[in-house]
């Protein structure tokens, strides 16, 4: 049978916890598990390891998880906080380009903002080498024998992308999913899942939509992610039902496939 695992290699939101110059309980707080880089993950199975998102703090994560190499990479959107760690992938690199899967309008958005990757530029400038490609919300992609597929969601008033990955689903920025992706996310096994706060918010999910969703989706089991300082990782144990957890960073998830 084969096995997945899935790192949580960052589980915060768009400016990371602690907050530079904030001094509120969570970004004081002494509990390591409150310390979250920028939302990103790992997910390994039948010698394959391919990345979600490339955050800001993509190398600390990489040293952290001991990644050494990569198969591919996926994105779910261009806002900063999952794309500019990409220039960390020279390390990854040197020998060939790696294989960069996006939306059209994130991949796009990648050409514009990184676009002295695809110049010549003087010898010695060492650039990350990234082979990219665009996928149709309808496409999935071989790498090896896993099978990655597009999960469409809605970000705001934006059209992302979450990942699937045999029985493992990861959506991080979204505060709807259309009716159709519900199809695409039956019999998992695991859901990472986006829960930004307790309070509302216009483009992310809230812990008790979160829920929400979980309940629709009933994966076996349920991690939160992409979590601001306004929620601690304790409040959030209390609050998961279940079956549902709190991410943190470094976690390591297994299932059989």
């Given at each position: 049978?084969?096995?997945?695992?899935i790192t949580?290699?960052g589980?915060?939101?768009?400016?990371?916890i602690?907050?530079p110059?904030?001094?509120?309980r969570?970004?004081?707080s002494?509990d390591?598990r409150n310390r979250?880089?920028r939302?990103?993950?790992?997910?390994?199975?039948s010698?394959?390891?391919?990345?979600?998102d490339?955050?800001?703090?993509f190398?600390?994560?990489?040293?952290?998880?001991?990644?050494?190499?990569?198969?591919?990479?996926?994105?779910?959107h261009?806002h900063?906080?999952?794309l500019h760690?990409?220039?960390?992938?020279?390390a990854?690199?040197?020998?060939?380009?790696?294989?960069?899967?996006?939306?059209k309008e994130?991949?796009?958005?990648i050409?514009t903002?990184?676009?002295?990757?695809?110049?010549?530029?003087?010898?010695?400038?060492a650039?990350?080498k990234?082979?990219?490609?665009?996928l149709?919300p309808?496409?999935?992609?071989d790498?090896?024998p896993?099978?990655v597929?597009?999960?469409p969601?809605?970000h705001?008033n934006?059209?992302?992308y979450?990942?699937?990955c045999?029985?493992?689903a990861?959506?991080?920025?979204?505060?709807?999913?259309?009716?159709?992706?519900?199809?695409l996310?039956?019999?998992l096994?695991?859901?990472?899942v986006?829960?930004?706060r307790f309070?509302?918010?216009?483009t992310h999910?809230t812990?008790?939509r979160?829920?929400?969703?979980?309940?629709?989706?009933?994966?076996?089991?349920?991690?939160?992610t992409h979590?601001?300082h306004?929620?601690?990782?304790r409040?959030?144990v209390r609050?998961?039902p279940s079956?549902v957890y709190?991410g943190?960073?470094?976690?390591?998830?297994r299932?059989?496939?």
């Amino acid at each position: 049978m084969i096995q997945y695992q899935i790192t949580l290699l960052g589980t915060g939101t768009s400016i990371g916890i602690p907050v530079p110059g904030c001094r509120c309980r969570v970004c004081r707080s002494k509990d390591r598990r409150n310390r979250r880089s920028r939302s990103s993950a790992l997910i390994e199975s039948s010698g394959k390891r391919i990345l979600i998102d490339t955050s800001p703090e993509f190398r600390l994560q990489a040293l952290a998880a001991g990644i050494d190499s990569l198969d591919a990479v996926f994105w779910t959107h261009g806002h900063a906080d999952h794309l500019h760690g990409l220039d960390d992938l020279r390390a990854l690199t040197w020998k060939k380009p790696l294989p960069g899967y996006a939306s059209k309008e994130t991949a796009d958005e990648i050409v514009t903002r990184f676009d002295y990757l695809w110049k010549n530029t003087q010898r010695g400038g060492a650039k990350a080498k990234v082979d990219l490609k665009s996928l149709a919300p309808d496409e999935s992609i071989d790498i090896g024998p896993l099978k990655v597929i597009p999960i469409p969601v809605i970000h705001g008033n934006q059209s992302v992308y979450g990942w699937r990955c045999g029985p493992v689903a990861y959506i991080t920025d979204a505060s709807e999913i259309p009716e159709e992706s519900y199809a695409l996310l039956e019999d998992l096994k695991i859901l990472v899942v986006g829960a930004l706060r307790f309070k509302a918010h216009s483009t992310h999910f809230t812990v008790e939509r979160a829920l929400k969703e979980i309940k629709k989706i009933r994966p076996e089991r349920a991690y939160l992610t992409h979590i601001s300082h306004e929620v601690s990782h304790r409040q959030l144990v209390r609050a998961t039902p279940s079956a549902v957890y709190p991410g943190r960073d470094g976690l390591r998830l297994r299932t059989p496939g």
